[in-house]
């Protein structure tokens, strides 16, 4: 990406800058993709289609989560309304493409429209600990309640609807409860699918945000001390320093990296030797799923919402004209 082609403006820097804006057709580059986490860049695109895909998926991609729990035997500490809520926030890895809305005030789900899940454990004392010890690692079994203790229970047929699944929590590492020895938790849960509009559990991104590309642009050559100085202003990459016939040169390394600090503006010698900007229409985003869906797949989705959305949108315009 080279961030000098396209001048944009950045609101307080230079106001006589000039406001142009770009025509492009539109492009998705992917940057960064991880296990959980996407980087990516949308090209030509106004800033209100940027915000309604952020906005779609924070709220508008849906998950499975835990939407019921019945309470047969809670004997911790930990009340049974708070119990019921850490449970729901437990991302649970299941396609809910493959899945069906549950009907509202349907009492009773079905295997098409949930999954239910146990979670049945109990706290003992162990007899072979040391009587000197104090770690209750070593005093109790079970006596930590994690999300890895959950179990999936087949409702109907799901067994041959998904021979091949593994529904469970994303982390099997989610603390839920403390025991002691006698007390012991004993719930039944049915997941369902929703979206986060609804209810925040039901959101399939830890994160989703999205900012213009930065374009820095030296106006006159700047170099040795302030050189060195100037790339103390901003994040680690952005300006490098190269040696030009014995002097010390700043350039621009990757804007991309930069935060806005506006650290720049503090030093009188530097302040008027730098413009900061933004590319209008360049919009980075970076998605990281909580791990019920790949951030990919998370996109796509969001896309194909938004077509939705889009084409009901014509269709009124449609229905509107012709009457």
């Known amino acids: 990406v080279h961030t000098t082609d396209f001048p944009g403006n950045y609101p307080g820097y230079d106001d006589a800058w ?53 309470v047969y035997n809670n004997t911790s500490i930990v009340q049974d309304e708070i119990l019921a809520h850490r449970l729901g926030l437990i991302p649970i890895r299941a396609d809910p493409r493959l899945f069906e809305y549950r009907n509202q005030g349907d009492q009773e789900g079905t295997e098409i429209d949930t999954l239910q899940f146990q979670l049945k454990i109990k706290c003992k004392r162990n007899p072979q600990a040391a009587k000197e010890s104090s770690d209750p690692d070593e005093l109790y079994f079970n006596h930590k309640v994690y999300s890895k203790h959950m179990t999936w229970v087949p409702l109907g047929n799901q067994t041959d609807l998904f021979p091949d699944a593994d529904f469970r929590p994303v982390h099997d590492d989610i603390l839920i409860a403390l025991l002691r020895p006698g007390q012991e938790i ?10 986060g509009k609804d209810h925040a559990k039901f959101s399939p991104v830890a994160t989703a945000s999205y900012r213009l590309l930065p374009d820095i642009t030296l106006l006159q050559p700047i170099e040795d001390e302030a050189a060195e100085t100037l790339q103390k202003c901003f994040s680690p990459g952005v300006i490098e320093i190269q ?36 590319v ?34 014509l269709n009124e315009l449609d229905s509107v004209s012709m009457e």
């Not at 004993?186 to 979206?195: A, P, Q, R, S, Y």
């Not at 030009?244 to 009188?268: C, M, P, Q, W, Y």
């Not at 209008?280 to 896309?303: K, M, W």
């Open 18 to 70: 000039d406001q142009r804006r770009f025509e492009e057709a539109f492009r998705v580059d992917v940057i960064r993709e991880e296990e959980d986490t996407l980087e990516f860049d949308m090209v030509g695109i106004d800033a209100a289609i940027a915000n309604a895909f952020r906005r779609i998926l924070l709220a508008e991609v849906p998950t499975m989560a835990v939407e019921k729990v019945f």
């Open 243 to 278: 040696n030009i016939n014995g002097k010390k040169v700043a350039r621009v390394a990757n804007a991309r990296l930069d935060t806005f600090s506006r650290e720049v503006f503090r030093h009188e010698g530097l302040k008027n030797l730098v413009r900061l900007a933004r």
């Open 280 to 313: 209008r229409n360049h919009y980075i985003f970076s998605v990281e799923s909580t791990g019920i869906l790949p951030p990919d797949v998370l996109v796509s989705e969001a896309i194909k919402i938004l077509m939705g959305k889009c084409q009901r949108f």
């Open 186 to 195: 004993d719930v039944l849960m049915h997941c369902v699918k929703g979206i």
